[in-house]
């Protein structure tokens, strides 16, 4: 490189000296060591390279002002970040170019065109803002020229064929370039002028400045030459795969307009208009590879098949399945966990368990992002608000919502679907649903999901073994679509009386969420809050004044009431509401206000349809009070036993089933073998007879809950000793007189304190569901655990 001769002999030089004395083709160029810095947002400059720049920012059209005092001389430096318009010292590359302004023109709109010529590189040392631009201390850094070898001619060659190629790969780069090359002598000339007009990002061309030296600058170029050929050549060849499909869309088209306008001709337009609004749709839908594969094979099909035949109806309708389920479409939860409190709260009173599990979800959700819908079962006594409870979880959390009742759905195909090969065949009601809904994340009711039977049809509870599973329910395949559907995003709610006809593998893919029935306080908060609120405006008296008292309240669900939910109370809520309306309509009252007394239901309900509970407070021999669980809630069961001379017999009435009788029997073998603690003739079997009863003999009576019972009741009847007053009790015998744990306290607890009982004994394994009871449903009653029937006696008949 024709530099300073004084510069020749070092690898790399570095002046600090006031000037610097630059020989370029002969003219000397004396450049200044303090220089107003230029910065440049998305380029680089390179020495010996004439560029045309514009300015205008006011920083940077200050440094040019001074510029133009100094010999027109300016150091251009990169910026790291393009998007700074307020540079500061540390945003700048230090090493840059120093180029010399060749010309200036002031545009109208107040920007400021010039044309540079890069000169040398220079190294900003000190860099400061003065007077509203940047100057810097620079320090000139000159590459020595490489020693001929035939490494180094090996190098140069290999670039300049690179760089032949590259510019004619690159159709934003001109040929001409290629003829000006072979003029320059220089190596550093050659690579810079290269380096120059190579299309890349600026932090790139701002490696290659900084090159240490310039072999490093040609391996640099090298390297980056190669990658840049590579992708051109790709570029090319995915253009020319463009060019041929064009080509063939274009014939393909003009194809398809001559087919038009013969099928205009033979009256088939219709059905080609439905058919391509139907590629249209699956076109748009967010199908998975494999459902977008089926669809496409099924659309090609269709077009090879005469529109009006049978075959092309049932590819048709199962094309329009495929276009119109909401595939990967999904709403938004709501997060605001208040609201969602609240909107629970406005619709349903109590049900803590069911609301704080969904709290639960909301929590995982907002923390997770992506979370499996739950699979949630609701067990409890009709009336409770079940299937309302699901439609209100929809609408706290913005959902949509579906439901599906199950009762007496016998058919698998009700949930997968019917084979293709069947003439009128559709998906099963889960993907129906789905479609309804136009939701892929509803919330989905199951209702009454303990009522499914099945026959030869298939069994429907095993279907649903796939579509409860969190692990599987996400390649759901329905037998109509036969490809996989999503389902792991619904939140799945089950409804159902009991768990006893659900089969144990269903119930293990489900949490089990049990609703208690009402207590008699809850009714009368529910009737006042929710209920008289709701059946007012429905039965048009929303500007009549209707007063309930709280005693009326009581009075309907003590006297015409006998239920776990509050639906009955609903009924006979409407019948007064009936009969206010027709008084007035009918112009025989005429009154604003109507305030609801004893009287005034008696009135309008009639007689009482149930009787007070029976009186359980006085002593009686040969009767005990035992509980039980229905799935209409808890009932007082009173066990009655004769003693009749007789010969080793037990007979049992009220209906009472297999499990029941086998407690019985159970019973009278634990007190046979233990007659003379309980001061019993040992061989009193032998000449009499019992006879065990349990009333209301119509209604179906079953399970070993009331094995304590039945053996107090018999004691009492053999010994003639009365069982103490206010006393029920509830628990499974063994023959060794264990007491065993029993399911439904909350239930038979209820019923207990309906039936003005105060004290009851329950299994010790059970007194930790004691916690599970509410307060007031406590209050007043005093429970008693146990673990064997010996304490049972103590109790019962005192010590």
Not at 66 to 91: F, G, I, W, Y
Not at 574 to 587: D, F, G, P, Q, S
Not at 780 to 785: D, L, S, V
Request: hydrophobic content about 40%; overall charge positive; glycine content about 6%.
């Amino acid at each position: 490189m024709p530099v300073n001769a004084r510069r020749k002999s070092s690898r790399k030089k570095q002046t600090e000296e006031t000037e610097f004395i630059l020989n370029r083709d002969g003219e000397e160029i004396t450049i200044k060591n303090v220089l107003p810095v230029l910065p440049l947002k998305d380029m680089v400059i390179f020495p010996y390279m004439i560029y045309p720049l514009l300015i205008g920012r006011q920083i940077s059209i200050n440094a040019l002002q001074e510029a133009m005092v100094l010999d027109r001389q300016v150091l251009l430096c990169t910026q790291k970040k393009a998007n700074v318009e307020d540079p500061k010292v540390s945003d700048f590359n230090r090493l840059g170019v120093v180029a010399r302004i060749l010309q200036l023109m002031k545009l109208p709109n107040g920007a400021i065109k010039i044309l540079v010529e890069g000169l040398v590189r220079g190294k900003a040392k000190r860099i400061n803002n003065q007077d509203g631009y940047f100057k810097a201390n620079v320090q000139y850094l000159i590459h020595s020229d490489m020693q001929a070898n035939l490494e180094t001619e090996a190098l140069l060659r290999n670039i300049i064929t690179q760089f032949h190629d590259y510019v004619r790969l690159n159709r934003r780069l001109p040929e001409e370039i290629l003829s000006s090359l072979g003029s320059i002598e220089e190596p550093q000339r050659l690579a810079d002028t290269i380096s120059a007009h190579i299309i890349h990002r600026p932090d790139v061309m701002q490696r290659i400045l900084e090159a240490k030296d310039l072999k490093s600058q040609l391996l640099e170029l090298s390297m980056l030459l190669s990658s840049e050929i590579e992708i051109l050549k790709l570029e090319q060849k995915i253009d020319g795969s463009v060019k041929d499909n064009l080509s063939k869309s274009q014939r393909e088209y003009y194809l398809q307009q001559q087919l038009k306008v013969i099928k205009e001709e033979l009256g088939e337009e219709d059905e080609n208009v439905e058919d391509q609004e139907l590629e249209r749709k699956i076109a748009k839908a967010k199908l998975d590879k494999e459902t977008r594969e089926k669809a496409n094979t099924e659309l090609t099909k269709l077009k090879k098949m005469h529109p009006y035949s049978a075959e092309a109806a049932v590819v048709r309708n199962y094309l329009d399945w495929i276009a119109n389920l909401p595939w990967k479409i999904t709403t938004k939860d709501r997060a605001n966990a208040q609201k969602v409190k609240d909107i629970l709260d406005n619709d349903h009173y109590g049900l803590e368990k069911a609301k704080r599990r969904i709290f639960e979800h909301l929590a995982v959700i907002k923390l997770a992002k992506k979370v499996k819908g739950p699979i949630l079962c609701l067990v409890g006594p009709p009336g409770v608000g079940k299937t309302s409870l699901g439609r209100s979880i929809a609408n706290a959390l913005n959902r949509k919502f579906v439901r599906m009742s199950l009762g007496g759905v016998r058919d698998e195909a009700e949930i997968r679907g019917h084979r293709r090969t069947y003439i009128g065949s559709i998906p099963g009601r889960i993907i129906q649903s789905l479609r309804k809904a136009g939701s892929s994340n509803p919330v989905f009711l199951l209702d009454e999901i303990d009522k499914l039977s099945r026959d030869f049809h298939g069994d429907p509870a095993a279907a649903l073994l796939e579509v409860l599973d969190p692990e599987q329910n996400h390649t759901f395949v329905d037998h109509f679509l036969e490809v996989e559907y999503d389902l792991s995003d619904i939140l799945f709610i089950t409804t159902a009386n009991t768990l006893a006809g659900i089969p144990p593998a269903l119930i293990d893919r489900m949490e089990i969420i049990r609703l208690p029935g009402y207590l008699e306080f809850e009714k009368v908060n529910i009737a006042r809050g929710y209920l008289i609120p709701k059946l007012q405006p429905e039965h048009g008296l929303k500007s009549r004044k209707i007063v309930f008292s709280e005693k009326s309240l009581i009075h309907i669900i003590r006297n015409y009431t006998r239920e776990a939910g509050v639906r009955e109370l609903e009924r006979k809520l409407k019948t007064i509401y009936r009969r206010i309306a027709e008084e007035i309509v009918l112009n025989t009252n005429k009154k604003k206000t109507f305030r609801i007394t004893i009287k005034e239901i008696e009135k309008y309900l009639g007689v009482p349809d149930y009787l007070d509970p029976d009186d359980f407070s006085q002593p009686r021999v040969g009767v005990a009070v035992g509980l039980a669980w229905t799935q209409y809630g808890g009932e007082v069961l009173p066990v009655e036993v004769a003693v009749m001379k007789g010969k080793s017999k037990l007979s049992m009435t009220g209906k009472l089933g297999k499990v029941m009788q086998e407690s019985a029997q159970a019973a009278l073998s634990y007190i046979r073998e233990n007659a003379k603690e309980f001061k019993i003739r040992p061989t009193f079997f032998n000449t009499s007879e019992l006879h065990v009863h349990i009333p209301e003999g119509a209604v179906d009576k079953d399970g070993p809950s009331a094995g304590i019972a039945l053996a107090t009741a018999i004691i009492s009847a053999l010994t003639l000793k009365p069982i103490r007053p206010c006393l029920a009790m509830t628990g499974e015998i063994t023959l060794r007189g264990d007491v065993l744990p029993i399911g439904g306290l909350n239930e038979k607890a209820l019923a207990a304190k309906n039936a003005k009982i105060t004290d009851v004994i329950i299994p010790a394994k059970n007194k930790k569901d004691l916690k599970e009871l509410p307060d007031k449903l406590k209050k007043g009653m005093n429970f008693i655990p146990v673990s064997s029937y010996r304490e049972v006696y103590d109790i019962a008949f005192g010590k």
